[in-house]
């Protein structure tokens, strides 16, 4: 059984640029959700799919968009990048359901300068 | 304001000592969950614990939920360089899914 794997596993980009964040999940879980998590910090949820749709979104500006894929794997966008949103960015992938067992990847990490 | 709260924030020991890890709110909350998370990995689920009172075990690891389910303790007896890590608690909020706490960076010294 394949875990949940992310790419690229670090990436630099400047002020104002987009980038795309990409996951895939653990067989058979239908559910991603994405995190952020800054240096010393918890992560923070940015928003989780289910089944394709957008199930529940964080505090995080419209900038931060998603997608997910008929086979459950995602991509996260961000557009206009700022410098505070140099992070690690963890996906997590569940069974679906309200409190189910989420299982975290590696992380990307995105500097932005 | 942060709605868990995790202490102490860094705590250095011997191997071999025991600590205790605490996460703390004003809300309360139907279940928790207590995450570690190593450098260059993604957090990995130690427990969820549901039933205020609830006591867990997993080895060398026991995990509290408060009798009023707003706080939560966990305790490593005899810490190992291998418990080294960040520890979150985490729990289920609504629309935000899933909040995590502060984190506790745990570092145990040979």
């Known amino acids: 059984e394949t875990g949940v794997t992310q790419s690229p596993t670090h990436l630099i980009k400047t002020r104002g640029q987009q980038v795309t964040l990409r996951c895939s999940s653990q067989s058979g879980h239908n559910t991603v959700s994405w995190y952020q998590q800054a240096l010393g910090q918890g992560p923070q949820f940015i928003f989780q799919y289910y089944r394709e749709e957008e199930n529940g979104r964080g505090n995080f500006p419209p900038r931060f968009s998603g997608l997910q894929f008929p086979n459950y794997s995602s991509e996260l966008n961000v557009n206009a990048l700022e410098l505070d949103d140099s992070a690690l960015y963890l996906c997590a992938s569940s069974l679906g359901g309200y409190t189910d067992t989420q299982y975290f990847g590696p992380g990307t990490r995105l500097t932005v300068l | 304001t942060q709605l868990l709260e995790q202490s102490p924030q860094f705590l250095s020991i011997q191997e071999g000592e025991n600590l205790t890890v605490y996460c703390n709110s004003s809300?309360?909350?139907?279940?928790l969950q207590w995450y570690r998370q190593e450098p260059g990995e993604g957090p990995v689920l130690l427990v969820t614990?549901?039933?205020?009172?609830e006591v867990k075990k997993l080895k060398r690891l026991t995990f509290q939920f408060g009798d009023a389910r707003k706080d939560s303790s966990l305790h490593i007896t005899a810490a190992q360089p291998g418990d080294t890590g960040l520890y979150l608690c985490?729990?289920?909020?609504?629309?935000?899914?899933?909040?995590f706490g502060t984190g506790t960076r745990l570092k145990v010294l040979a």
């Open positions: 985490a729990v289920s909020s609504g629309t935000y899914k899933y909040i």
């Open positions: 614990v549901v039933t205020g009172g």
């Open positions: 809300s309360v909350f139907s279940s």
